[in-house]
T-cell receptor, first 114, second 112 residues
Framework: NAGVTQTPKFQVLKTGQSMTLQCAQD?????MSWYRQDPGMGLRLIHY???????DQGEVPNGYNVSRSTTEDFPLRLLSAAPSQTSVYFC?????????????FGNGTRLTVT | GNSVTQMEGPVTLSEEAFLTINCTYT??????LFWYVQYPGEGLQLLLK?????DKGSNKGFEATYRKETTSFHLEKGSVQVSDSAVYFC???????????FGQGTILTVHP
């Protein structure tokens, strides 16, 4: 059972560089989301998707793009990295459209922007 | 919008001590409530949940009761172990789409 797989685990970027954080799930979950985790801030929702071809913004979407071409994959793109984007990023998925559906998380990507 | 407030941490306890981590929520209606745990270097894992008022979620000796009158979902454990050392997050479900709102997390350290 792979669950939610994130790559890479660690990444260092220079300001202005671009990169894509990968996320894949093998549970046939309709709903996928990206969170960032910062000290003292908990987890904040960046973008989410309710199914292939459908995405929407969360609480802190600026500087990030997403797309959902398949049910399995939900990549997060940083077009021009900034030091403020230094964080730990988590991808998550869930199976239902009810508020009681728990999230399944990947192990995270630790990103440092210098 | 919805919000979740957790007690400030970190919390340091000796093994076998009693644990309480407070969590209160503000929401329209009565969302499902969750506790997640994050061990070092890992993602969050669901610890327990409650979907309606007076529900009690429990797992691995942890418990939390959904109190509508106080809008609270405090996490408790009667006797903590060193292996319980982790970060604990309280979360409230939105109307749909897996959009949980999380508290800021509480770091728990248990010493032998």
């Amino acid at each position: 059972n792979a669950g939610v797989t994130q790559t890479p685990k660690f990444q260092v970027l220079k300001t202005g560089q671009s990169m894509t954080l990968q996320c894949a799930q093998d549970m046939n979950h309709e709903y996928m989301s990206w969170y960032r985790q910062d000290p003292g801030m908990g987890l904040r929702l960046i973008h989410y998707s309710v199914g292939a071809g459908i995405t929407d913004q969360g609480e802190v979407p600026n500087g990030y793009n997403v797309s959902r071409s398949t049910t399995e994959d939900f990549p997060l793109r940083l077009l021009s990295a900034a030091p403020s984007q230094t964080s730990v990023y988590f991808c998550a998925s869930s199976y239902g459209d009810r508020g009681d559906s728990p999230l399944h998380f990947g192990n995270g990507t630790r990103l440092t922007v210098t | 919008g919805n919000s979740v407030t957790q007690m400030e941490g970190p919390v340091t306890l000796s093994e076998e001590a009693f644990l309480t981590i407070n969590c209160t929520y503000t929401a329209t209606g009565y969302p499902s409530l969750f506790w997640y745990v994050q061990y070092p270097g890992e993602g969050l894992q669901l610890l327990l949940k409650a979907t309606k008022a007076d529900d009690k979620g429990s797992n691995k000796g942890f418990e939390a009761t959904y109190r509508k009158e106080t809008t609270s979902f405090h996490l408790e454990k009667g006797s903590v172990q060193v292996s319980d050392s982790a970060v604990y997050f309280c979360g409230g479900g939105g109307t749909s789409y897996g959009k949980l709102t999380f508290g800021q997390g509480t770091i728990l350290t248990v010493h032998p």
